[in-house]
């Protein structure tokens, strides 16, 4: 059964840093483009940065460029997110997904809280 969990969310103040870990299992991790989402109540899942499957191309959210880096190993099958400087805004359920570079089915984690507050 494919899967993935992600893990290191949590509370953090103003300015900290998290580092989010997501890992994959029961499907080909490394031919998969890898993404992270977050929401927040009442409103829509955004996209916050995503590299391909060869870890040599990367995006990112407007909000979030400069502040984040997206990477991945698809030898331990794990994507990570490390975010700095973080600020309230920031606050959401942070999921993770795999997404195919051609065809196939979207995989998404079942999400992760980070709060950032003082």
């Known amino acids: 059964q494919a899967d993935l969990v992600e893990s290191g969310g949590g509370l953090v103040q103003p300015g900290g840093s998290l580092r989010l870990s997501c890992t994959g299992s029961g499907f080909p991790f490394g031919i998969y483009a890898m993404t992270w989402h977050r929401q927040v109540p009442g409103k829509e899942r955004e996209l916050v940065a995503a590299?391909?499957?060869?870890?040599?191309?990367?995006t990112y959210a407007d909000s979030v460029k400069g502040r984040c880096v997206i990477s991945r190993d698809n030898v331990v099958d794990t994507v990570w997110l490390q975010m700095n400087n973080l600020k309230p805004e920031d606050t959401a359920v942070y999921f993770c997904?795999?997404?195919?570079?051609?065809?196939?089915?979207?995989?998404w984690g079942q999400g992760i809280q980070v709060t950032v507050s003082s």
């Open positions: 997904a795999a997404m195919p570079e051609g065809s196939g089915t979207a995989r």
């Open positions: 590299i391909n499957s060869a870890g040599s191309m990367t």
